[in-house]
């Protein structure tokens, strides 16, 4: 792992209670600042993923209510339309193969 020096100014409470804590842990202060960074880090991260998925979460639900909303062109259903595009029945004797290639199961 690169590392790379900086110098950065806490509280003096704070510097106590870290060298507190490296002490109890038998590691350095940089040892404790780097993992509580890192965490940080990492928790900063996680809330941004965290706003992206919410906002497609969003995005789905106003597709979906227009999709509720648009006029239904078919009012067959779903199946006898699909059994239509195949060109056959659904569930029939070739389900489970692809395009008419023979069982997918073997015999």
Avoid: W
Avoid at 88 to 95: K, N, T, W
């Amino acid at each position: 792992m690169n590392t790379e020096r900086v110098t950065i100014t806490l509280p003096a409470d704070l510097v106590a209670q870290l060298d507190e804590i490296a002490q109890s842990r038998d590691v350095s202060r940089s040892s404790i600042v780097r993992e509580a960074s890192a965490q940080y880090v990492a928790g900063v991260q996680g809330q941004a993923r965290a706003q992206q998925l919410e906002a497609a979460t969003d995005d789905l639900r106003c597709f979906l209510d227009d999709l509720r909303a648009a006029p239904v062109l078919d009012d067959r259903p779903v199946l006898e339309i699909l059994r239509q595009l195949r060109g056959g029945p659904l569930g029939g004797p070739d389900a489970g193969t692809t395009a008419g290639h023979g069982s997918a199961r073997s015999k």
